[in-house]
């Protein structure tokens, strides 16, 4: 093609000048990328984590929403079992790639920003060592999956603002249109960016077509979830106002949620993303990329205001990684910037033992105390107690409670057997019983927690309930009679999951009919 040729479609023609240095980027966020996905696969793992056990059944009941959370991690559950299959290296394989993607898309911001090599390592080693990822990337979520939607639409909104195509906003919006069917938080970073585009001199984008056609691009991908909301009543405001109400997250002040952040981003990468601030808001080159810096700035006071838990800033911080290295690489002294890489490595091997499953527990837990930090600095949720932190200690204890209980239903006579079954206190539970029961002959579990709620109490009379997670009080309340059954509880699992089981016989009313008792949001 000629000059003419490229410039008709859009492109400009690639030199070698220019094509070397925006290889050279890609080579080192490949590397990392790498890195990251290796770290993820070969972790080691503890076990299935409680949430996890929950969508693998969300992907068995296909559907346009659930009670808390958005209908995507149910479909790629579904599309997991489907064809690489279940099991617990099988689905940490996605969130491992998602990792690697993170990477991956760090270093194109990188890129369209226009540092180079150095600027490409300090950012993907940034992403890679961060507490927060390293945590969340180890566990099968919507989360380890929403920063991709995030950091997606800011590559396609630095390269609009950067070649000054608006034309190429739509893409920004079939982004953040998938991002609500992933988690509807991506709502906000939405509003953030709308906000930021009125304070901008983007505004001017605004008498254009192209921002409306991607707002309804968004409102169109993610409509049929909205209409899922609407004919089941929302049932996800119903149960974040019950979260509020009950105060289960840990609230934070405005000087804890900041330290959070500089923990969970790991603290010697703050140089690298508070310059990635400053560039956005305030430097000469960064500044035609305001729109940024509003964004984040705005996204994090929202979730300051709101009491948000901490992590639910982190993926938008990729985007800062890359602005900072591009402003270290440009206009920090060399000593400077290779002490910080230095420092942000160091840090990361430092806390990669306190935010991944590497170390046998007790060995865990011995670590993080030499570090003063104690599960409780990690709560994100006021209720959870144990000797590891919750995302840890939530993996911990299902395979042996599944055991137990089946010794409880093979201890039934055959007349009970043919019509108990098995109601949990939580998703958790009922997800164990469902993926590990089958080999032990289980029925399926119900439970009137989150989505189970919806999907009733599948069959059973309510003659014999195997009963886990329920007070013996309101058990003797519901049926003729209450047999206590064997206490459950792993030493290092979570302290809810410590309980005895029940075995109710003759619940007082049919459990069609008493199902609505049973109904569980928080």
């Known amino acids: 093609m000629d000059r003419s040729a490229t410039m008709e479609f859009g492109m400009e023609p690639a030199t070698d000048k220019a094509a070397a240095p925006a290889a050279g980027v890609m080579r080192e966020a490949l590397a990392f990328a790498a890195a990251g996905v290796l770290i993820h696969l070969f972790n080691g793992g503890y076990g299935y984590f409680?949430?996890?056990?929950?969508?693998?059944d969300c992907g068995r009941h296909l559907d346009w929403g659930y009670v808390d959370h958005a209908p995507?991690?149910?479909?790629?559950?579904w599309l997991g079992a489907h064809t690489i299959g279940i099991s617990l290296f099988a689905i940490h394989l996605p969130p491992a790639l998602a990792a690697g993607a993170k990477i991956l898309l760090t270093g194109l911001l990188v890129r369209e920003l226009g540092g180079g090599r150095f600027a490409a390592a300090l950012?993907?080693?940034?992403?890679?060592?961060?507490?927060?990822?390293?945590?969340i990337d180890s566990m099968f979520s919507m989360n380890t999956f929403e920063p991709l939607f995030w950091m997606g639409g800011a590559w396609v909104l630095i390269r609009a603002v950067r070649r000054d195509e608006p034309q190429l906003l739509p893409w920004f919006g079939v982004l953040m249109g998938l991002g609500l069917l992933n988690k509807h938080s991506t709502a906000f970073f939405g509003a953030a960016v709308a906000a930021g585009l009125v304070l901008s001199p983007q505004r001017r984008w605004l008498r254009t077509r192209w921002p409306w056609i991607a707002a309804a691009v968004a409102l169109a991908l993610f409509l049929p979830n909205l209409i899922w909301q609407q004919q089941h009543n929302w049932p996800t405001l119903e149960d974040l106002a019950?979260?509020?109400r009950t105060h289960k997250n840990v609230e934070l002040g405005p000087a804890a949620f900041f330290a959070r952040q500089l923990l969970v981003m790991m603290p010697f990468s703050a140089p690298v993303w508070l310059a990635g601030a400053w560039y956005f808001g305030f430097h000469r080159e960064g500044r035609r990329y305001r729109l940024l810096g509003w964004t984040f700035a705005i996204f994090f006071a929202v979730l300051l205001a709101l009491k948000g838990k901490d992590y639910y800033v982190a993926p938008a911080y990729p985007m800062m990684f890359a602005a900072g290295a591009v402003w270290w690489e440009r206009w920090g002294r060399p000593w400077m910037r290779y002490s910080l890489a230095g420092l942000v490595a160091a840090g990361g091997v430092l806390l990669a033992p306190v935010a991944l499953p590497l170390l046998p527990p007790q060995q865990y837990i011995a670590y993080s105390a030499a570090l003063g930090m104690?599960?409780?600095?990690?709560?994100?949720?006021?209720?959870h107690v144990g000797p590891l932190p919750q995302d840890l200690g939530d993996r911990f204890g299902w395979p042996e409670l599944v055991e137990t209980v089946a010794r409880v239903y093979w201890g039934l006579s055959p007349e009970e057997r043919a019509k108990a079954g098995i109601l949990?206190?939580?998703?958790?539970?009922a997800g164990a019983i469902n993926l590990f029961g089958p080999r032990y002959g289980l029925p399926r579990a119900v439970s009137g927690h989150q989505t189970y709620y919806y999907w009733g109490p599948g069959g059973y009379t309510g003659e014999v309930l195997i009963m886990l997670q329920m007070r013996r009080a309101t058990a003797e309340r519901l049926c003729t009679s209450v047999e206590d059954g064997p206490a459950v509880g792993h030493p290092l699992g979570m302290g809810e999951e410590h309980f005895r089981i029940l075995v109710c016989r003759g619940l007082k009313e049919p459990l069609a009919q008493a199902w609505p008792r049973f109904k569980h949001w928080n």
């Open 50 to 56: 409680r949430d996890e056990l929950y969508v693998l």
């Open 72 to 77: 995507l991690i149910g479909w790629l559950a």
């Open 123 to 135: 950012a993907c080693l940034s992403v890679l060592v961060a507490p927060v990822y390293l945590a």
């Open 242 to 244: 019950n979260v509020r």
């Open 374 to 383: 104690r599960r409780e600095r990690l709560k994100s949720e006021v209720g």
């Open 424 to 429: 949990t206190g939580n998703y958790g539970e």
